[in-house]
Structures are given as C-alpha cells and as structure tokens.
C-alpha cells in the first residue's frame, strides 16, 4: 500500500512538471496512472489489509497516526535536522508537527461528536499548496534526506488513506466527516509532500523522471508483486495472491505506457 500511496503523490507532481514543459500527453498519462494506483491498487489492497473501517475506527487510527508525527516523528526529525546544519529541513519539520498535532485535535472533536452526539465536526483545514518545480536537493546531509524520503512516504500514506476514510464516510452520509478527512488529506499531499519534495529535489525534468519512473514500475511488475503473489499463495491468502498478480500486469503495462512516453519524447 505504501509503494501505490507513493506512486500516485509522485505522479501527482510529475504531471504538474509535464505541464510547465507544455508536454500536456505525458501529463494526462502520469494523472490517469496515479488514478489507478490509489483508486484501484491502494484501495483494493486496503479493503483486503482492513485497514478502511466504520467513521470511529478510522477517526482513532487517524488520531493515533497524527499524534505519532506530532510527538515522536516530526521532532525528532527537527532536531537532527537542526543538528546536520540543515536548518530549512528543521523549521519544515518543525512546521509539520504543529500542523499534524492540529489534525489530531479536529479528528479528536470529530470522534467525540460522534461517540456523544454533542458538538460539530470541526471543519477542515485550508490547504495552501506549495509548487514542486523542477531542481536539485536543497538538503545534502544524508541523515535529513533518508529523513525526507521516510517523511514523504508517511504523508503520502496519509494522503491516501483520509482519501478512502473520505470516501467511506461519504458513503455512510457522514458528509462533514467526509469533508474534514477529504481536507486534511489536501494538506498532507500538497502542503507536507510537497514541501518535503522541494526539499529534496523530488522532481526533474520530464526525461528524468519518465526513467524513475520506469524503473519503480519494472521494479513492482517484474520483483515485487510477483513475490508477494507467492508468498500469499504458500500462505493460502489467495485472494491477496491474485490481487498481486493482477497488480503486477497493471505496472508492467504502465511501465510500457511510460517507456512509449519516453520514446516520444525525441
């Protein structure tokens, strides 16, 4: 789930540079991609993991989620920061653990509104989206970068878990629970993400990141579905098994799609 989560954030910033290069057929191919990893893959391995419960289950793992990078993450990860000399990565970080102890506290009023019956669902946070253009790492020191790339797939997961939360929600006719997950999950991605990414030189120029890109969907075509595929087989999981399998035909046909793109590019 959390290499699909990754994928779409990625691909999400990906198609934006696409669009800067005026390559508007290669952002349409990352975009529709991204879909597919977090409408289908994610959530089709979320549904079979559990992880999308009823609104109170999914309002305490958020609440549990949230109050980890608010407390231990995100401090920590200030403080090394700061020790390393990177002092813009420290102030992110630093910046990102007051917003997530933020969420923590709407998702905390949401739950006890729920379990009284008393009160109103906060509403939702106002995104401010960063831009996420084209450069090199502004962070050099190892230790803040392997602390970027973990902080990055953390909030792409958010991203796509109050995604699903949103929509189960929305199903059940909890609209105001469905607007503050769908919210909050805007600021984990085009805030949180996206600040991380500039940070960390994320995205490139289109060429480049079509050959990241192709590798990381070999990578889950030809290795990494195809191994969990067998380990859920041993294990009698068949359904996960055929999920994977299925998964895996789905990224050896995008990492074509992108290898096509890549070619067109001259």
């Keep these: 789930m959390r290499g699909e989560a990754f994928a779409h954030a990625s691909y999400t910033f990906y198609a934006d540079q696409a669009d800067r290069e005026r390559r508007p057929a290669v952002a349409d191919l990352y975009r529709r991609t991204a879909g597919v990893e977090l409408h289908e893959h994610f959530h089709e391995e ?11 289950a999914n309002l305490r793992a958020s609440i549990e989620g949230e109050s980890y990078e608010a407390t231990t993450m ?11 000399g990177e002092r ?47 450069g090199p790492p502004r962070v050099h020191v190892a230790r803040t970068l392997a602390n970027l790339d973990t902080a990055m797939h953390g909030e792409a997961l958010a991203f796509a878990r109050y995604t699903a939360f949103a929509e189960q929600a929305a199903q059940a006719g909890d609209e105001q629970v469905a607007e503050l997950f769908a919210g909050t999950a805007a600021v984990e991605l085009h805030e949180h993400f996206a600040g991380e990414a500039v940070l960390r030189g994320f995205v490139r120029d289109t060429r480049t990141n079509l050959r990241k890109t192709i590798v990381g969907e070999n990578y889950e075509a030809w ?9 859920a087989q041993t294990a009698g999981d068949f359904d996960a098994a055929a999920l994977f399998r299925d998964n895996a035909r789905d990224e050896a046909g995008h990492a074509q799609a992108f290898q096509e793109a890549l070619r067109g590019l001259g």
């Excluded at 979320?46 to 109170?56: K, P, S």
């Excluded at 290795?223 to 380990?231: G, K, L, S």
């Design 46 to 56: 979320a549904l079979l993991a559990g992880v999308i419960g009823d609104e109170t």
């Design 88 to 134: 813009e990565a420290a102030a992110l970080f630093a910046e990102i653990a007051r917003d997530e102890a933020s969420h923590g506290e709407g998702f905390k009023a949401a739950l006890q509104v729920l379990q009284t019956g008393q009160g109103q669902i906060p509403a939702p946070p106002q995104v401010d989206p960063v831009t996420v253009p084209a």
């Design 223 to 231: 290795t990494m579905y195809p191994t969990f595929a067998r380990r």
């Design 74 to 84: 995100y401090p920590r990860f200030a403080r090394e920061a700061e020790e390393d």
